[in-house]
């Protein structure tokens, strides 16, 4: 047996009727490890990653492709950067000559090295939790060890891979690459250890980690901190927040609220859309921040701005697969599809905006929010993988012709990277939702999820978005009485509904939803039928500029590989930004007009069959998520009848 189908067995192999507690912090409901509770009112909870099992589909082969990368990194090598700077080499690691060191942002002259083994604490434990796989429990074990042998050396309670001195060069205003963004990665791993790995070792350590960052904050001037968060520090103060709620020191939550950025958060108080030029990944952490302490503290003031900024991104600032930025970036919106090049979507900002999604889904079921979920999980974070390799992309080229850029396996590192980790290993995450008496059905997802507290394994099969059907299977111990609520989805005609062979009235509610209340019990099932078809959906500014869609699915051309030339790996990770100067070289007389009849959309293109299609030029048509290696157009020009 390889190692591929090794991890595969044990992952199939795990039972999903397994003892589980709440989600974890994300979005940070009720679970018995926290000591500080939910002050908001939040009126429906995400079940636990080891609840739901996926099924065969293409979410589930990514999975798989994802886990055989991160078995693969070795934990010494993950762990030398930390040892170097703490001068620690144990005899397991072999002395240190013998580890290969990682290179691209991961090299010994990287000021962000160690946050890939930060995302990767925490995509071990999210793996684990997904999987039921032993293997990923003893990479995050064998992580955290090795991390509180450093700590131990370090002896202040300080971690890193870098030395301390790049937190005093941050405290004195000087130019130093976000180390507190990559200590954030550090604090929320160890934390996901402990939540879903159960690794009680390394929630000691993270504690003494809270504890250095206090006493090296605590009596700083405030000239002092205003100068030091000019500087990115990704999520760190929403790991505060979540250290203190799972310890309860006020220490920790002193910290997080010493991060807070006035510049960029008080405009949102204010429901101004103030996002000029910023740094898009920099922000959508500092949100998440203030959603964590809205639901600590019931600070109004945090949820009015969350949720003003989370319609303000998906309204105003979102591309049509569901991502937002370009060169990192926002952009001036008046002028949309001037901004559609080869460096638009970064993966990070997308992972970052469902995880603001969850938080937002949770205090207030809504299908509008999870809309946006399928739209972003599907078009850009199910098709940053590549098939062929499992490696990923850290953009999402909107520029026609251009083609996406995959990382290596031992030289990228990028921050999409540590984030890919992660969100390939949790798909299971918001596919259900549930309050004491509902269960919310918001994907259409190959799925097996066991609702431990009413006794009910729920089984959803189907080919979606290929086919537009979905069937749901119920066992249940005992007869129960529940509410299943399907999402009735923005891109639907009516759906056509089935309980147990005999179709039923429909009728999408206020939040976007179909509820049928009954009395459950075994063999019940439910099928249900969502139309799709054909539509664009064009730039702000530019009408004849538009995407193709199909129901939830972008559709992109496929315009093949002619002069294409990958960039060569970023061995020298200072060098990063070179992305953005690589010619993508489009050839010239690219078919990339698209004749549209909006009366009649499905006498536009050919079907070929499944989701192909194929244009009146004779462009074959796909989904974007199944577009690699070759170039491709999203947004065409666009010839109306």
Same mark, same amino acid.
Not at 228 to 244: C, D, K, Q, S
């Given at each position: 047996?390889?190692?591929?189908?090794?991890?595969?067995?044990?992952?199939?192999?795990?039972?999903?009727?397994?003892?589980?507690?709440?989600?974890?912090?994300?979005?940070?409901?009720?679970?018995?490890?926290?000591?500080?509770?939910?002050? +908001?009112?939040?009126?429906?909870?995400?079940?636990?990653?080891?609840?739901?099992?996926?099924?065969?589909?293409?979410?589930?082969?990514?999975?798989?492709?994802?886990?055989?990368?991160?078995?693969?990194?070795?934990?010494?090598?993950?762990?030398?950067?930390?040892?170097?700077?703490?001068?620690?080499?144990?005899?397991?690691?072999?002395?240190?000559?013998?580890?290969?060191?990682?290179?691209?942002?991961?090299?010994? !002259?990287?000021?962000?090295?160690?946050?890939?083994?930060?995302?990767?604490?925490?995509?071990?434990?999210?793996?684990?939790?997904?999987?039921?796989?032993?293997?990923?429990?003893?990479?995050?074990?064998?992580?955290?060890?090795?991390?509180?042998?450093?700590?131990? $050396?370090?002896?202040?309670?300080?971690?890193?891979?870098?030395?301390?001195?790049?937190?005093?060069?941050?405290?004195?205003?000087?130019?130093?690459?976000?180390?507190?963004?990559?200590? *954030?990665?550090?604090?929320?791993?160890?934390?996901?250890?402990?939540?879903?790995?159960?690794? $009680?070792?390394?929630?000691?350590?993270?504690?003494?980690?809270?504890?250095?960052?206090?006493?090296?904050?605590?009596?700083?001037?405030?000239?002092?901190?205003?100068?030091?968060? @000019?500087?990115?520090?990704?999520?760190?103060?929403?790991?505060?927040?979540?250290?203190?709620?799972?310890?309860?020191?006020?220490?920790? @939550?002193?910290? +997080?609220?010493?991060?807070?950025?006035?510049?960029?958060?008080?405009?949102?108080?204010?429901?101004?859309?103030?996002?000029?030029?910023?740094?898009?990944?920099?922000?959508?952490?500092?949100?998440?921040?203030?959603?964590?302490?809205?639901?600590?503290? *019931?600070?109004?003031?945090?949820?009015?701005?969350?949720?003003?900024?989370?319609?303000?991104?998906?309204?105003?600032?979102?591309?049509?697969?569901?991502?937002?930025?370009?060169?990192?970036?926002?952009?001036?919106?008046?002028?949309?599809? *001037?901004?559609?090049?080869?460096?638009?979507?970064?993966?990070?900002?997308?992972?970052?905006?469902?995880?603001?999604?969850?938080?937002?889904?949770?205090?207030?079921?809504?299908?509008?929010?999870?809309?946006?979920?399928?739209?972003?999980?599907?078009?850009?974070?199910?098709?940053?993988?590549?098939?062929?390799?499992?490696?990923?992309?850290?953009?999402?080229?909107?520029?026609?012709?251009? *083609?996406?850029?995959?990382?290596?396996?031992?030289?990228?590192?990028?921050?999409?990277?540590?984030?890919?980790?992660?969100?390939?290993?949790?798909?299971?995450?918001?596919?259900?939702?549930?309050?004491?008496? !509902?269960?919310?059905?918001?994907?259409?997802? /190959?799925?097996?999820?066991?609702?431990?507290?009413?006794?009910?394994?729920?089984?959803?099969?189907?080919?979606? /978005? $290929?086919?537009?059907?979905?069937?749901?299977?119920?066992?249940?111990? !005992?007869?129960? @009485?529940?509410?299943?609520?399907?999402?009735?989805?923005?891109?639907?005609?009516?759906?056509?509904?089935?309980?147990?062979?005999?179709?039923?009235?429909?009728?999408?509610?206020?939040?976007?939803?179909? +509820?049928?209340?009954?009395?459950?019990?075994?063999?019940?099932?439910?099928?249900?039928?969502?139309?799709?078809?054909?539509?664009?959906?064009?730039?702000?500014? !530019?009408?004849?500029?538009?995407?193709?869609?199909?129901?939830?699915?972008?559709?992109?051309?496929?315009?093949?590989?002619?002069?294409?030339?990958?960039?060569?790996?970023?061995?020298?990770?200072?060098?990063?930004?070179?992305?953005?100067?690589?010619?993508?070289?489009?050839?010239?007389?690219?078919?990339?007009?698209?004749?549209?009849?909006?009366?009649? /959309?499905?006498?536009?293109?050919?079907?070929?069959?499944?989701?192909?299609?194929?244009?009146?030029?004779?462009?074959?048509?796909?989904?974007?998520?199944?577009?690699?290696?070759?170039?491709?157009?999203?947004?065409?020009?666009?010839?109306?009848?």
């Amino acid at each position: 047996m390889n190692g591929k189908n090794l991890i595969i067995g044990l992952s199939l192999a795990a039972v999903v009727s397994v003892g589980v507690e709440a989600q974890s912090v994300y979005p940070g409901v009720s679970n018995e490890k926290f000591v500080v509770g939910t002050a +908001a009112p939040v009126e429906a909870e995400s079940f636990d990653l080891r609840q739901v099992r996926l099924l065969p589909s293409r979410f589930r082969e990514n999975l798989e492709r994802d886990s055989v990368w991160m078995a693969s990194l070795e934990v010494n090598r993950l762990l030398h950067s930390f040892r170097n700077t703490a001068g620690v080499f144990s005899s397991r690691e072999g002395g240190y000559m013998t580890v290969k060191k990682l290179g691209g942002w991961e090299s010994l !002259d990287c000021d962000l090295r160690g946050h890939t083994t930060g995302h990767l604490l925490s995509a071990y434990g999210l793996m684990y939790a997904a999987t039921g796989c032993e293997l990923f429990k003893l990479k995050g074990d064998s992580l955290v060890s090795g991390l509180a042998e450093v700590q131990q $050396a370090l002896g202040s309670g300080y971690l890193s891979a870098f030395p301390e001195g790049l937190i005093d060069r941050n405290l004195q205003g000087k130019s130093v690459w976000a180390p507190w963004y990559t200590l *954030h990665k550090l604090f929320a791993g160890l934390m996901d250890q402990y939540l879903y790995a159960d690794n $009680a070792q390394a929630l000691e350590v993270v504690k003494r980690m809270g504890d250095w960052a206090y006493n090296k904050l605590h009596g700083q001037s405030e000239e002092t901190r205003r100068k030091m968060i @000019r500087n990115e520090f990704g999520g760190i103060n929403e790991a505060f927040y979540n250290l203190y709620a799972l310890t309860g020191d006020d220490h920790y @939550r002193w910290l +997080a609220e010493y991060f807070y950025h006035n510049d960029a958060i008080d405009p949102l108080k204010e429901e101004r859309d103030d996002l000029g030029t910023k740094h898009t990944n920099t922000f959508i952490p500092k949100v998440i921040a203030e959603a964590r302490r809205y639901e600590l503290t *019931h600070d109004e003031a945090s949820r009015r701005l969350t949720d003003f900024f989370w319609h303000t991104m998906v309204e105003h600032h979102t591309f049509a697969p569901g991502c937002s930025s370009q060169k990192e970036h926002f952009f001036d919106t008046s002028h949309f599809s *001037h901004y559609l090049n080869g460096y638009t979507g970064e993966t990070c900002c997308t992972y970052n905006m469902l995880k603001l999604s969850r938080h937002l889904f949770c205090w207030h079921p809504d299908a509008r929010v999870a809309d946006y979920y399928e739209r972003a999980l599907y078009n850009h974070i199910l098709g940053q993988q590549d098939p062929q390799t499992g490696m990923v992309c850290y953009f999402l080229p909107l520029l026609t012709g251009a *083609h996406k850029v995959y990382s290596t396996p031992e030289q990228s590192f990028w921050c999409c990277v540590g984030s890919g980790f992660e969100s390939h290993a949790k798909y299971a995450e918001a596919i259900y939702y549930h309050t004491d008496s !509902d269960l919310y059905v918001n994907l259409f997802i /190959p799925s097996v999820l066991r609702w431990e507290e009413k006794g009910i394994t729920l089984r959803q099969t189907t080919d979606f /978005p $290929a086919e537009e059907t979905t069937r749901i299977e119920l066992t249940c111990d !005992d007869p129960v @009485r529940a509410t299943l609520r399907l999402r009735y989805p923005s891109w639907s005609g009516k759906p056509v509904v089935k309980v147990n062979g005999r179709r039923v009235s429909v009728r999408r509610s206020n939040d976007g939803y179909m +509820a049928f209340e009954r009395t459950w019990k075994s063999g019940d099932c439910i099928e249900a039928t969502f139309p799709m078809s054909l539509h664009l959906e064009a730039t702000p500014d !530019d009408p004849q500029r538009a995407a193709l869609l199909y129901g939830p699915v972008v559709l992109a051309g496929r315009l093949g590989t002619e002069g294409m030339e990958a960039p060569a790996p970023h061995s020298n990770p200072q060098l990063y930004n070179d992305y953005y100067t690589y010619d993508y070289r489009i050839p010239e007389g690219l078919p990339t007009q698209l004749k549209w009849d909006a009366k009649h /959309p499905a006498k536009c293109l050919k079907p070929l069959g499944g989701l192909r299609f194929q244009t009146a030029d004779g462009v074959e048509v796909v989904p974007l998520y199944d577009v690699h290696r070759e170039r491709y157009v999203v947004y065409w020009e666009v010839i109306r009848d």
